[in-house]
């Protein structure tokens, strides 16, 4: 049981690496793309939104504030935009996997959320480093981010799984998760403060399931505060109850993989 265990532990941090070395394979820079392209939407957002539009955060506050607090929600959108994407057309990708019957088709949605975590991860230091450059303090709640993270990546887990699985089926699920990676970009907190809602809408709000997390990584990350606790608990509750369903809607719909694909 252990040996398995490990054994699938290894197998999965292989892919990972060969799904991100797949990635940039034939580029000129590699995997340095993954810290320009932050860097760069960092630049952009900032010039944009705060030189043309002269936005503020909720109002008041700088330019510079405006892009780091922009920044910080769109790190958590890419991960699940990430999985949006690329989850899909996963198992249609690997076609051939799918007719080995001892390959644990599973590990490949997770490949997917490592991935999108592994990104994730080089935006966040791009962000502290952003932070330190303009003379924001690291507080040491930034610690709990995980606690924040955590339930996040279980619910792209889940979605991953129902997203690899169906789209087997239907294919037309690989164009809806576009589009549904666009609607969560607009209608989570990511360009406003959930305070900017009216009063009726926020508890509507607070169902998008990257409400939480986009508040709680701001809390943690730039105001030094520690996450609600209570409304925490309640989100990892129910992204693992999600994630359990999406693997058992894997399982019970893998068996006719082969025949479809």
């Known amino acids: 049981m252990v040996f398995d265990l490990l054994r699938q532990r290894a197998l999965l941090l292989n892919m990972v690496k060969r799904d991100i070395w797949v990635r940039y394979k034939g580029s000129f820079i590699g995997i340095a793309w993954s810290l320009i392209t932050p860097m760069l939407m960092l630049a952009i957002y900032t010039f944009v939104f705060g030189s043309v539009f002269k936005a503020r955060w909720g109002g008041s506050g700088s330019t510079a504030d405006f892009a780091v607090r922009l920044f910080c929600g769109l790190i958590l959108h890419a991960i699940i935009s990430d999985c949006l994407s690329n989850a899909p057309n996963k198992l249609i990708a690997h076609a051939n996997y799918v007719k080995k019957v001892v390959f644990p ?12 975590l592994f990104h994730a ?14 003379g924001y303090p690291i507080p040491i709640t930034v610690f709990a981010l995980p606690l924040v993270l955590l339930p996040l990546l279980l619910f792209c887990l889940g979605l991953s799984w129902v ?18 990676s666009t609607l969560f970009l607009f209608l989570s907190p990511i360009f406003y403060p959930l305070e900017m809602l009216p009063a009726a809408l926020q508890p509507i709000m607070i169902l998008n399931p990257l409400t939480v997390p986009v508040e709680a990584a701001r809390q943690v990350i730039l105001e030094g505060l520690w996450p609600n606790w209570g409304l925490l608990a309640l989100y990892s509750v129910f992204c693992l109850v999600f994630c359990w369903l999406g693997y058992v809607w894997f399982q019970r719909t893998r068996r006719g993989f082969a025949d479809v694909l």
């Open 105 to 116: 088709l599973e590990i490949l949605p997770v490949i997917v959320v490592g991935n999108a």
């Open 121 to 134: 991860v080089l935006s966040l230091f791009i962000l502290l480093l952003a932070m330190l450059v303009l």
């Open 163 to 180: 997203l690899a699985a169906t789209t087997v089926y239907i294919r037309d699920v690989a164009q809806l998760a576009n589009l549904f």
